[in-house]
């Protein structure tokens, strides 16, 4: 298949999408988009995106609890979501996870939580898709344990806003990096420097749709709701290969077979 463009983090069945990432999914796919990895926050999101799977096989469940619904963590979750990932073909990762020490959730309880995801995701050799606020320091030194002892799964740092050593060092133990919007805000001189200087092999760009979308980056944005859609991605791709002073074919196609490590169709990292 030749390299079509990705939205390595996203959330189609977010309630302010109103019912409508089907389209969005049709959008985007006209647009070139062809990988969705489309992310869960709750348990309760599950189903939802397994039926967009159903649909749609260019979209790729995340299944997990992101850090800020750390207490909505019933019992026997983590069995459930194993049962779940393993109904999947090979392309479906553990997701939304992480630390966020601004997050309500009692930071112990979204500890316990992350490593049960990493742990699920070693034990089936599904990538993992991670957050990451205001914890790179618990976050990055639990990752370079499992990377010590040959253990890291496929492991994705979704919109990025660490600072460049920390880039280096969760590159160097074979993370991939994805970056949001957020990069192209004015202000944002130092994550886009780092962005410029994060290797090809490791990168990504997402949307994390439905984030704010800031109406100075897109002016001419045809988005169907006031937040950011998968369809933005094709100008995100041009405008961040102009900024590392790449060729836009070359730079596709590197972020395409990025991307097929992710949906399992390659061995390893």
């Known amino acids: 298949m030749r390299a079509c463009y990705v939205d390595s983090h996203l959330h189609l069945q977010d309630d302010r999408f109103g019912g409508q990432a089907e389209l ?9 988009v062809a990988l969705l990895f489309c992310n869960a926050a709750k348990e309760s999101d599950w189903p939802a ?9 260019g979209l790729i469940p995340f299944l997990g609890i992101h850090p800020w619904y750390a207490g909505s963590a019933e ?4 069995t459930r979501l194993k049962n779940m990932l393993e109904s999947f073909n090979q392309s479906c990762g553990v997701g939304e996870s992480g630390l966020d020490r601004n997050a309500a959730a009692d930071f112990t309880v979204q500890i316990e939580l992350f490593e049960k995801h990493l742990e699920i995701a070693r034990q089936l050799s599904r990538p993992i898709a991670l957050h990451c606020v205001s914890s790179w320091g618990a976050l990055v030194d639990r990752l370079e344990s499992y990377a010590r002892d040959k253990r890291l799964p496929a492991t ?39 962005f410029i200087r ?5 990168l990504f760009l997402e949307t994390d749709a439905p984030g704010r979308l800031n109406p100075s980056v897109f002016r001419q944005a045809k988005t169907l709701t006031p ?16 900024q590392r002073n790449v060729e836009p074919v070359y ?6 077979r990025n991307a097929q490590v992710y949906t399992n169709t390659t061995a390893g990292r």
């Open 49 to 57: 995106i397994a039926t967009l799977r159903n649909n749609d096989t």
């Open 156 to 194: 994705m740092i979704h919109s990025f806003s660490g600072s460049f050593e920390t880039m280096k060092r969760l590159t160097r133990i074979g993370c991939f990096i994805s970056y949001s919007l957020q990069i192209i805000e004015p202000h944002r001189t130092k994550l886009r420097e780092t």
């Open 198 to 202: 994060t290797p090809l092999e490791r």
């Open 251 to 256: 730079f596709k196609t590197q972020i395409w």
């Open 75 to 78: 019992p026997g979750w983590d």
């Open 227 to 242: 937040f950011s859609e998968p369809v933005l991605i094709p100008e995100f791709y041009r405008w961040a290969a102009r």
């Open 24 to 32: 969005l999914i049709n959008r985007a796919k006209q647009a070139g």
